[in-house]
């Protein structure tokens, strides 16, 4: 693996082709995401959690857990049914089988959240391993 967050355009790439009509994003963060009055209706994509777990040999079992947050503005009409096509096209979903495990959908550690600028925010958090080669 020559890219150790490679996974993270490949979850861009699948929600864009699962989720026409819909923009999808991929950001360092919360703390970077920028607000605009145009934002919503998005799905902006980024790395959670990485948990590197012990080495074995020149391998090292990753787990990474990548944040799909669904922004919306109106939670009532909005939100349900874009938080299911999110969970619809990730759960299960493997996007190399030779190097990831599928997709599961995992405890995130944000809430939903609401600025008071009227946008509200949904996070759906997602978990997949792989094994990286710490030596060539």
Known sequence: MQNYLQIEGLIVQRLKDQLEGIRVLSSWGMPVI???AELP??????LEEDKPGPIQGNQQKVEQTWLCLVVVRDAESDAGALISRVITAVVGWTPDRTLFKPFQRTASAYSPDYSPNGIFYFPLAFETSFLFKTTE
């Open 41 to 46: 209706p998005t799905v902006i994509i980024f």
């Open 34 to 36: 920028h607000e605009e």
